[in-house]
């Protein structure tokens, strides 16, 4: 079965989500991410990312992000970023967490998705060594706790690597928890601290197939047909490429070409 590939906002984590847009449409994406910042969602914003979406035909697959604080109590800034994914008609919504009492973190989960559950979005709950959930089983734990349907676990290639999880770890996870994926490459290893875990994900990520990572491995063992969110946050690439254009299409494009490679099918 064929998978939907949608660029992801971090791949052009300068730019707008108009900007972006127009982007992965020129790219010739067909699915498309974005970053929600509640102070920047004008009503102006969400007209032009609206156009934008419009003019390319494209579908919208995620939001992002909500950072659950510290504490676990949510604001109406969380629910902006929620009801901006209700009205561009995405389908999920990317959520992380810096409460480390997995009840609370659960209690918060459970509240976005009751917001979120009217517009048919999936809340995703990301693990991710600079936040407070670190693992695959914590993630699942705390999806379980807050027993709601709408509740999911994403899957980011390189945390998965971090975490130090194997392949059979994920085949093992219940394929209705797992709504769509993060895909990149990168490093195989790097240091156990905060500052390397960072620089990690938001400077050092590749293009499939440019990295180390066991992709084919991680690939094959997700849903068949689950929609992959390519989110290559890479300063190689914004230094190459600082037209978000010229970005998109490289990434794209050599994505496809690995893709093709390894016979993982897009649509």
């Known amino acids: 079965m064929d998978h939907i590939l949608s660029l992801a906002a971090g791949t052009l984590p300068e730019f707008r989500p108009n900007q972006i847009a127009d982007a992965a ?10 970053t929600i910042e509640p102070k920047q969602w004008t009503p ?8 934008a979406i419009k003019q390319h035909g494209l579908s919208v697959l995620d939001v992002e ?9 949510l604001t109406d800034d969380h629910r ?9 008609g995405a389908p999920n919504i990317l959520v992380v967490s810096a409460e480390p009492n997995p009840d609370r973190t659960a209690a918060a989960l ?3 998705c009751e917001w979120a559950a009217p517009a048919n979005i999936r809340v995703s709950l990301e693990f991710l060594m600079i936040t407070a959930v670190q693992s695959l089983d914590s993630a699942l734990d705390i999806v ?11 899957i980011d290639s390189l945390h998965f690597q971090r975490a130090g999880h194997s392949v059979a770890s994920l085949k093992a996870v219940d394929v209705g928890l797992l709504a769509y994926s993060q895909i990149c490459d990168g490093n195989l290893q790097c240091s156990d ?17 440019e990295g180390s990572l066991p992709l084919v ?21 914004r230094d190459r490429y600082p037209d978000p254009v010229a970005r998109a299409t490289a990434v794209r494009e050599k994505s496809l070409a690995y893709f093709d490679t390894v016979g993982v099918s897009i649509r």
């Open 25 to 34: 449409g020129q790219a010739g994406f067909s699915h498309v991410g974005f």
């Open 144 to 154: 379980a706790r807050c027993d709601h349907p709408a509740a999911a676990v994403l």
């Open 217 to 237: 491995d991680i690939l094959t063992a997700l849903p068949p047909a689950i929609p992959l969110s390519l989110e290559v946050r890479s300063k190689a690439y």
């Open 80 to 88: 902006l970023i929620v009801d901006a994914g209700a009205e561009l």
């Open 110 to 112: 459970h509240q976005l």
């Open 44 to 51: 102006e914003q969400a007209r032009a990312t609206m156009a």
């Open 193 to 209: 601290d905060f500052d390397s875990y960072l620089e990690d994900a938001i400077d050092l990520r590749n293009v499939p197939g």
């Open 65 to 73: 992000v909500v950072w659950i604080p510290e504490g676990g109590e």
